[in-house]
């Protein structure tokens, strides 16, 4: 455990700063948004004193720190939360109905994690709270979904709609994963084919012009360059990649880093439409159900800035709330952002001028659902030519650096001749 200092907002736009004590910043916020708060910045500090002795220091636990690690099959997560969802529909207590789906699932992962939930809820925490236990298991997206469903009290219809969520999510990951297993294969034939003729090939033409005393081409320069590359200083080259993969990693961890990433994905070739269209997706979902629970609208976005999974696009909602809280309407404010496509401001704009917010809400829902569906299913066909173009410049660009020299040197040997 220990202390997080915190600056929030609350629902009269008001800045709050203060401490709580919590074992993770992802619980920092799950607290914040229950009380009602906007979190804007959350910074950690030390439990105890830096002068004062550590005592009552908890143990390292190899055990508990795996379990919090592995990770859950998202089908059975998927499955769990919409048999909890009608359990909790049907009345049915929830510790009751937690056991009930402890015993049946097959997943080893998740009937840990759930029987650790209901202990922790036995023992007074929050259902959310319990949840935020396990990031192995439960999102940060999760976890405040159920927030939002425990703050508005319409948990079953927030679990069913992160259910749909979930299973959307994970039919386009697969969908995705499949248009990407042939530009995969192609950039790994193509490494190993660039691999083979940089430390096989390349050094016997090398030799060749050396000796000639020839001024070679940039393209052979660089191949040269390369297979000295992989031939000497492997480890070198292998741990760079290694090393720029974690630092990836590393940096879009970071408040700054994540803020650039979450920006590019909006942006990036091919996938930047298809990520626009699910975020979309997702943001009229999380809106649709919450306002229609009757929820106040500046709590009801607060809670799909939590849960829309996006720092950036949580940053324009947070917007979004000053301009309602302004009079100024939703559709303002998404009309004004550039992360908004304009279609989804109009929608909600006519929405609030005729009274019909909830059904243009579920229209804008349809309306990218099915957007989602073909823009993942024309994936393929849109990556198909770049990775042509990619593969053919590679082939040519190695048939130049050998060849180029070579047929430079047959010419001299015919003029000597």
Known sequence: MGIY?????????????????????????TQLAKMGLMPISISYKPSKPAGESKTEKKPFSLTAFLNKSKKANITAVVIFTRQFATIIRAAVPILEGLGVLAEQTEDPVLKSAL????????????????????????????????????SAGVLDKVLMKL?????????????????????IMVVGALFIAVYVL???????????????????PLPTQIMI???????????????????????????INTSQGRLVWDTFKFTMPVFGKVYTKITMLRFGSMLSV???????????????????????LAIEIGKIKRDVAEGKGISGGVLNSKFFPRLVGYMISIGEKSGSLSIML????????????????NLTTLIEPIMTAVLGTVVMGMALAIFLPLWSLISVFKGGG
């Open 5 to 29: 200092s915190y600056k929030a907002v609350d629902s009269k736009n008001q800045m709050v700063k203060g401490e709580i004590e919590a074992e993770s910043e992802m619980e920092v916020t």
């Open 115 to 150: 029987f650790a939930v209901i202990h922790d809820v036995e023992g007074g925490m929050s259902l959310s709270q319990a949840l935020s236990r396990h990031p192995g298991v439960f999102s940060e997206l999760y976890i405040n979904t159920v927030v939002a469903g425990e």
């Open 163 to 183: 259910a749909s969520m979930l299973e959307d999510d994970l039919e386009t990951q697969t969908k995705v994963q499949s248009a990407l297993r042939y530009p």
């Open 198 to 216: 940089s430390v096989f090939v390349v050094p016997q033409f090398a030799k060749i012009y050396t000796d000639a005393h020839m001024k070679l």
């Open 225 to 251: 360059f390369i297979s000295v590359a992989f031939k000497q200083y492997w480890y070198l080259v292998f741990g760079g990649f290694g090393g720029v993969f974690f630092l990836f990693r590393w940096i």
């Open 290 to 312: 919450l306002y229609q629970a009757g929820l106040p609208v500046l709590r009801t976005l607060d809670i799909v800035g939590l849960t829309i999974g996006n720092k950036v």
């Open 362 to 377: 579920d229209s804008v829902c349809d309306y990218y659902d099915m957007e989602v569906k073909t823009a993942v299913g």
